[in-house]
């Protein structure tokens, strides 16, 4: 009995000190995990918005469709030749001729037109140098190029360009003063100008041989 009693006095003193040590919190302890269903789920991270693609503008063909077949020969016949190119040059011309035409000069325009245009522009020229007018012209703007026509006869291309253009047209008097037109307007012009050449010559230029108003 006196061993019972001595056992029982030393498990109450072992369990005093367990409960001061370990009953006790120190501030330094680790929480314990709570279970499943107490948990806070995760928020889903938010999903980066997709930039939607603007829509392009659909780009502008540089020919009608009934002038494919003469573009599709001309391209067949002489592998170098570029639809685009062409267009450039085109425009490049258009402003040569009209502004050489303008200011009568007959040289520069023997250079870019074919004979008949040539002799077509020099009589209006001689008239109205006759009249002691002068053109004080400015092309704007060209707003629209397209080819609406092609061909092709044995090695002789025809291509036709409509011009879509925006001038300013003034006409003088042989005092300077202005008879017609206006300064400070441009009026809208819708030129259809035709262009030949022969193609695989040495010569690599296409020459304007036919005008019109659209």
Known sequence: MFYIIVLAMVAAFLALRLYSVLGKRTGHEQPLPKPAEDRVAPQPLPRAVEKVAEPREPVAKPFEGNAEPGIRAIVGAEQGFDVARFLDGAQAAYRMI?????????????????????????????????????????????????????????????????????????????????VAGSTSDAVETHDVWTFARTLRSADPNWKLSDTDEA
Do not use: C, M, Q, Y
């Open 98 to 178: 009209l502004e050489a035409f303008w200011r009568g000069d007959r040289a520069t325009l023997d250079d870019l037109v074919s004979p008949d245009v040539a002799r077509a522009f020099g009589d209006a020229i001689a008239a109205r140098e006759a009249a002691g007018h002068t053109l004080d012209n400015r092309l704007v703007s060209i707003e629209k190029a397209v080819i609406t026509g092609a061909s092709l006869n044995g090695k002789d291309a025809r291509i036709t360009v409509r011009f879509d253009a925006d001038i300013a047209a003034v006409t003088r008097n042989a005092d300077g003063e202005v």
